[in-house]
């Protein structure tokens, strides 16, 4: 990244947006999608910075939400309404009643008295509500355990030894209109044998229902694609290619089945970089901090998971030396590198933090009562 492309005089810490690889990474994911008839929605979590959203839902991909008020966003952000799917092991009564009054797409449903509570809201409005079931696969997406999300100890989806009387209990509520299947395993996985396990296991649900009479139209795979936070220049879009093309070969659809995706993670994540100051380099024993203006309130995915982001100093040539680069918080986890290596580091180097599009911004807090991060584009030309 050059120095030249960054405006210096915008207060840091800063989120920084390529939207032209935006724009080139939702356009990759619809071409790789494309020849499989394959729906893909946004997934609103991974950020929901309306001009992000505006970009995406122009680019006429459909929306994942999993709170009214990412429903309110992306509708305010040009999502249609019928393209919107709702997830979330917690719809309050107010989220099913506004996403009931906005007729979106279809509800995700992770539980029976979940379910039993939409008829009642939709009853009481006169809406009928379609709804997919979540089921939790008992597939291991073997990554973080924090974002690992299709075992049975897991507390999301109907389990499996619970989907026989979940069915025949739904099919009592008048209504609800049962239209499909939703999955979601965990999210950055980039091990394409993970989504095989998941495509198989799908087939013998999807084999079971058969045998009960029961054909559901819609299939959606939620999200998950990783991406390799290593190397984010010479990787700055996402494998869509085989994660679209293993699908293809191993999930074996009905006839006019419709499959759906819900990509957060590999859509924005080598977008954003997060721009922050260096305040002081401070010597320690043994070691130099690099104590920056950007904390873990503004970045929380290094010190949640551990998660690793390249780190470069955008002002420095000069000769390189290892740092630990901190943050200004009063938490030792508040660190976004240990022995990273920088070109020597000043007060006043601007230092760019790399592909945290994705649940960076999204995350950020006001933990000390620090101001939220900005945002800044650099808009296609
Ligand atoms: N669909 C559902 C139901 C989800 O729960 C998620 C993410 C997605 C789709 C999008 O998954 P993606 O394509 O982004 O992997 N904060 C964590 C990630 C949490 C993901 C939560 N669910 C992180 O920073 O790594």
Do not use: W
Request: proline share 5%; charged share 20%; aromatic share 10%.
């Amino acid at each position: 990244m050059q120095l030249s492309q960054i405006p210096v005089q915008t207060p840091t810490p800063f989120y920084y947006y390529n939207l032209e690889l935006l724009k080139k990474t939702v356009q990759a994911a619809k071409s790789e999608s494309a020849p499989y008839g394959y729906r893909v929605h946004y997934a609103v979590k991974a950020n929901a910075n309306p001009v992000l959203l505006r970009l995406i839902s122009q680019q006429g991909l459909g929306a994942d939400c999993v709170s009214g008020n990412e429903i309110r966003q992306a509708l305010e952000c040009g999502f249609p309404a019928d393209t919107i799917v709702y997830a979330g092991v917690g719809k309050s009564d107010a989220e099913i009643e506004l996403a009931l009054q906005h007729d979106i797409f279809c509800f995700n449903c992770e539980s029976l008295p979940e379910i039993q509570v939409i008829d009642g809201i939709a009853a009481r409005l006169g809406k009928k509500a379609r709804i997919a079931l979540r089921i939790n696969p008992n597939v291991d997406a073997h990554t973080h355990h924090y974002i690992t999300t299709g075992i049975e100890e897991n507390k999301f989806g109907i389990y499996l030894y619970d989907l026989e009387h979940v069915i025949t209990e739904v099919a009592k509520l008048k209504q609800i209109e049962l239209i499909g299947l939703h999955f979601h395993i965990g999210s950055q996985i980039t091990d394409m044998t993970v989504f095989r396990g998941l495509c198989i296991r799908a087939n013998e649900i999807q084999r079971q229902m058969k045998e009960r009479g029961l054909f559901l139209p819609h299939i959606n795979f939620g999200g998950g694609l990783g991406i390799d936070y290593n190397e984010p220049y010479e990787k700055p879009i996402a494998d869509f290619q085989s994660y679209f093309a293993t699908f293809a070969r191993f999930f074996e659809p009905e006839p006019h089945q419709q499959i759906h995706f819900e990509l957060g993670r590999s859509i924005v994540a080598h977008c954003g970089d997060l721009i922050s100051k260096v305040l002081y380099v401070k010597e320690g024993k043994n070691r130099k901090f690099v104590i920056l203006d950007a904390g873990m309130n503004d970045l929380l995915r290094p010190a949640l998971y551990q998660a690793f982001h390249k780190i470069e100093n955008i002002s420095s040539d000069r000769p390189e030396e290892k740092y630990d680069v901190v943050g200004p918080i009063c938490e030792s986890a508040d660190c976004f590198g240990k022995d990273v290596v920088l070109n020597e580091t000043r007060r006043g180097d601007l230092i760019a933090i790399h592909s945290c599009g994705a649940y960076g911004e999204a995350m950020a807090s006001r933990y000390n009562l620090r101001d939220l991060p900005g945002s800044v584009f650099q808009y296609p030309k």
